[in-house]
């Protein structure tokens, strides 16, 4: 029976090395235990084809089962997550392969290893892993066409061609429905956690984590403009949290503030017709939160704005998200939204020197925008340095940073700066999120990093409402104009604790170049593809069709569908034209034959060759000496080893035309 077909030969090695290429992605990322396990298993399946040790037996098998679940156990214990879940499925696919023997078992387990390889894009999305991930199921499946493929000389790649024929007609139907299909949003979401710890802001910090944050080189989001050309460097503030609570020593953002219901509804947004707009383009947090520039405003529904123009989505990022977002530049104000009693609160304990400071310039009646502006000075006039080496304050972080250290990165000014405002009775809060960015290669977007965190402030007043202040940029104005590379350049402490960042050595053109082009790749992949929504859809189909409209896809939809079917009609009639090409040697019995139909002696319906043949030497008696050597080698040519046939009828073909010509002179010279 064919189920019981032994798998072996070049189909089991197919088959290992399509178990090999669709493991090891995720074999690096496993624990070295079960990253052990699965190799061993790999290497008992290959002794077990060399003939070093038998299949395993009932127990044997009992007992792989039961070590490999205790070693699950021990690396996981209780935690569940994507991560584990797939730890789990490689194990299983593991064990499976151990207990493949027959080809019908073989089925089973490249379905398995197809399925493995579509798990890796719940962790990477990126346009190399996406070719990595695609090449090893183009693996799985030609070792799937191979259990179909006779295990003959040759046998391995008689498919090929057939099976990429196969691949090309299937991709331009995908492109189709990819492009013009329309994009729906999930119909349910969950939370797809992998474990994993990410990079980002969080929504309690100390000062000193700010700093910590920026000595990592990872992305955090890419932004793309409109217009084509990048708004001015100093206008790069994106804001994330709003941190309006603080104890003496951490800053929490108030429960209202983290809250996705204040959203503005449409008496409270301005008319968006001629608004300049961005797309973001952010990475995975495992958060809620999302980043943009004061005054943005979002018509869809997730991500939604709140009424202090914070970015909030439904669910955590557990995936790269694109969003748009509309925005006003020209606005100096924040948002126009009342100020709460939070942004006067201070602990009931630390900072009297700061309070102390501030009473004294009320006391003299410095209110208003000049006690700001008495505040801004007061940075810019002191001894104050700007640091990612920041000491360490215990006793009372205000006091000690204001008055004694004057060392600190931007999370010491600002949190320093709202202590002061609200200290004279000024509502203030400290904002967190980034500052700057690095412009892609050809400038068409920006790249903002970890290392681009940064905290100021936002102060309220009556006449200007919110209004942003950074204390920083009296410090370390090339923090805000150059980045911070610059501003930190003279302690070396940029990237200090990151030793193999491609950003450290951008001083070499060629990895500057490197780094920025794969990340244009990169970027390009994840917006067009991985990010391809539904606002996405809308603006290519407007750049070609114009209005976008019911009337306009059937139309698009008919041409290119037309145009397929016309192509694969085509291509199939061209492809059957090109198998049924005659040989040199059956074109000339053709030309043979309509010569001695012309004369009465045409081929019956069917004749075989040497019937025919043999009646026309009857009819022709001066022709048969020529008819039967001209049979001979026609046959010698066609029916002898398959290989050496093309070499054969090259060396034969001059015989047969010299035969043929003598055929055609004999039968010229007799009648029948």
Not at 143 to 158: D, M, Y
Not at 444 to 464: F, G, K, N, R
């Amino acid at each position: 029976m064919t189920d019981k077909v032994l798998l072996q030969g070049q189909k089991l090695y197919w088959m290992l090395g399509a178990f090999a290429v669709s493991l090891l992605p995720h074999l690096v990322a496993l624990p070295g235990s079960i990253a052990l396990l699965v190799g061993a298993m790999l290497l008992y399946r290959l002794m077990i084809q060399w003939g070093k040790v038998p299949f395993p037996g009932k127990v044997l098998k009992a007992v792989m089962v039961l070590m490999s679940a205790a070693l699950f156990f021990l690396e996981y214990r209780y935690l569940y997550t994507i991560e584990t879940a797939v730890s789990f499925f490689v194990i299983f696919t593991a064990l499976k392969l151990i207990e493949v023997r027959f080809e019908r078992d073989c089925y089973l387990l490249i379905c398995l290893l197809i399925y493995l390889n579509a798990t890796k894009f719940l962790f990477e999305q990126g346009i190399l892993w996406t070719m990595g991930q695609s090449g090893a199921i183009l693996i799985c499946l030609f070792a799937l066409l191979q259990l179909n493929v006779a295990s003959t000389s040759g046998g391995a790649f008689r498919g090929i061609a057939q099976f990429f024929r196969l691949m090309l007609i299937c991709v331009p139907l995908v492109l189709v429905v990819f492009v013009f299909f329309p994009r729906f949003g999930p119909l349910w979401q969950f939370n797809l956690d992998t474990g994993k710890p990410q990079t980002g802001i969080t929504d309690a910090f100390s000062p000193g984590d700010i700093a910590e944050l920026s000595q990592s080189s990872a992305r955090a989001f890419r932004v793309a403009f409109s217009a084509g050309s990048l708004p001015d460097r100093s206008q790069w503030y994106w804001r994330g949290l709003i941190f309006d609570e603080f104890d003496g020593r951490l800053w929490r953002q108030s429960w209202h503030l983290g809250s996705t219901a204040l959203r503005l509804d449409g008496s409270q947004m301005p008319s968006l017709d001629g608004l300049p707009f961005y797309t973001v383009m952010i990475e995975p947090t495992q958060q809620r939160w999302g980043f943009a520039l004061a005054n943005s405003y979002a018509t869809s529904a997730d991500p939604s704005v709140s009424r202090d123009g914070l970015i909030r989505f439904q669910n955590p990022l557990d995936q790269p998200r694109q969003y748009r977002l509309f925005w006003q530049p020209e606005v100096p104000e924040v948002r126009a939204s009342p100020h709460n009693v939070s942004d006067l609160q201070l602990p009931p304990r630390g900072g009297e020197m700061a309070r102390q400071w501030a009473q004294e310039r009320v006391a003299r009646g410095i209110k208003g925008m000049d006690y700001i502006k008495d505040v801004m000075a007061f940075f810019a006039s002191e001894s104050f340095f700007y640091t990612l080496r920041p000491p360490r304050m215990p006793r009372d972080v205000i006091d000690e940073f204001l008055f004694e250290q004057q060392r600190g990165f931007c999370s010491h000014y600002a949190g320093g700066m709202v202590f002061l405002l609200r200290a004279a009775g000024i509502p203030a809060r400290l904002v967190g999120g980034y500052q700057g960015g690095e412009p892609s290669a050809d400038g068409s977007y920006l790249i903002v990093h970890q290392y681009d965190a940064h905290a100021w402030v936002e102060a309220w007043l009556p006449e200007t409402g919110w209004r942003r202040y950074d204390p920083t940029a009296e410090v370390a104005p090339s923090r805000i104009l150059d980045g911070l590379e610059r501003a930190v350049q003279s302690e070396g402490s940029f990237l200090e604790n990151t030793l193999f960042a491609a950003r450290k050595f951008d001083g070499f053109a060629a990895v500057r170049w490197l780094r920025l082009t794969l990340d244009e790749i990169n970027y390009g992949w994840q917006r067009w593809v991985v990010g391809y929504n539904s606002e996405t859809q809308t603006d290519l189909l407007k750049d070609y069709l114009g209005e976008v409209s019911a009337k306009n896809l059937a139309f698009a939809m008919l041409v290119l569908g037309g145009g397929m079917v016309a192509g694969m009609i085509l291509a199939a009639l061209w492809l059957g034209r090109q198998g049924k090409t005659l040989s040199p040697s059956l074109r000339l019995f053709l030309r043979l034959e309509r010569q001695l139909a012309k004369r009465g002696l045409g081929r019956e319906p069917g004749e075989t060759l040497r019937a025919f043949v043999g009646r026309a030497a009857a009819a022709y008696p001066g022709a048969s000496e020529a008819l039967t050597q001209f049979l001979k080698r026609l046959e010698f040519v066609h029916y002898a080893a398959v290989k050496d046939r093309p070499l054969r009828e090259k060396q034969e073909m001059p015989a047969l035309r010299k035969q043929v010509r003598e055929v055609l002179r004999s039968i010229a010279a007799e009648r029948p």
